[in-house]
């Protein structure tokens, strides 16, 4: 299915970055941050996100960005809200059970801005497909245990130099970082090769429902700093959380000359 037949895809007009008054007051206390002001919040508003999976990490990170004021998010997901769901991904509740996760999200996320653009699509989109909608957003977050997926955002991402926050949580831990595709800088490839291609999930190993709300607002904060271009990202650089001890540590990250997407000799 091409990504320009799915349904509730929105154009955003980027020229509309003035705040309104409402604006203006309901985004105060960001605008009150020195890195943010006013420009930061206009550029926020001009922004388009993509973000991939509304289950824990996707309901969590998208929840602050719309709060945030990101005009414009597209969240992707053709699974539907079950019981065992509601226990961490706090966007949907008993009432949406069966229903497409992105409409539930959509539903929740419109109540907490109605001054942002929302779209959805639930498909599986083919890695043409992929580079096809990337190319029409400023960032793009993983927020998915897909590793097809993954891999496919990332070939995307890489072709358009398009920045992608990834992130993993399961048990009582989790991981987050950056990768922004420029010069000596690595790509997703790069660090899943380290780790081999074991796929865990949540049914077999469990979840404790905190660590994706922790996982999934590191990646919003990341995400606001990128489009903001403010701080020190975590491009480079993985972030581990372990919620028993409440430790984090830090590995870095290095571009693989073997990596089959961003290696040498690749495109």
Same mark, same amino acid.
């Given at each position: 299915? $091409?990504r320009?037949?799915a349904d ?8 509309n970055?003035v ?6 007051l309901?985004?105060?206390?960001q605008?009150?941050i020195?890195?943010?002001d006013?420009e930061?919040q ?9 973000i ?26 053709f699974?539907l809200v079950?019981e065992?769901n509601? %226990? ?25 801005n109605p ?6 699509l ?11 909608l990337?190319a ?13 997926v ?5 070939q ?5 130099k ?15 970082t950056?990768f922004?595709y420029?010069?000596?800088?690595p *790509?997703?490839r790069?660090? $899943?090769?380290?780790f081999?291609? %074991?796929?865990?999930? *949540?049914v ?13 607002? #590191?990646?919003a ?9 403010i701080?020190?990202?975590?491009t ?11 430790e984090?540590?830090? #590995? ?7 990596c089959?997407?961003c ?5």
């Amino acid at each position: 299915m $091409s990504r320009r037949h799915a349904d509730e895809i929105l154009i955003s007009d980027k020229s509309n970055t003035v705040l309104s008054d409402a604006e203006l007051l309901r985004y105060d206390r960001q605008i009150a941050i020195k890195s943010v002001d006013i420009e930061g919040q206009e550029k926020l508003k001009s922004a388009k996100v993509l973000i991939l999976g509304v289950g824990g990490l996707g309901c969590a990170a998208s929840q602050y960005l719309a709060v945030a004021g990101i005009g414009h998010l597209t969240l992707i997901d053709f699974d539907l809200v079950s019981e065992s769901n509601l %226990q961490r991904q706090v966007l949907h509740d008993d009432s949406n059970i069966d229903v497409l996760k992105v409409t539930s999200a959509k539903q929740a996320l419109e109540k907490l801005n109605p001054y942002i653009q929302i779209s959805t699509l639930a498909t599986k989109l083919s890695d043409e497909d992929m580079v096809e909608l990337v190319a029409d957003y400023d960032l793009v977050i993983d927020c998915t245990d897909n590793v097809l997926v993954r891999e496919q955002v990332n070939q995307a991402c890489f072709i358009h130099k398009t920045p992608l926050v990834s992130a993993a949580a399961i048990r009582m831990e989790g991981m987050v970082t950056v990768f922004d595709y420029q010069k000596n800088m690595p *790509c997703y490839r790069c660090f $899943s090769q380290l780790f081999g291609e %074991q796929e865990l999930s *949540c049914v077999e190993s469990g979840i404790l429902a905190p660590v994706v709300g922790i996982i999934g607002s #590191m990646q919003a904060l990341e995400a606001i700093k990128l489009l903001l271009h403010i701080g020190h990202s975590l491009t480079g650089r993985l972030l581990f959380f372990d919620a028993m001890t409440m430790e984090c540590r830090e #590995m870095k990250l290095l571009k693989q000359s073997s990596c089959r997407v961003c290696g040498d000799g690749v495109i």
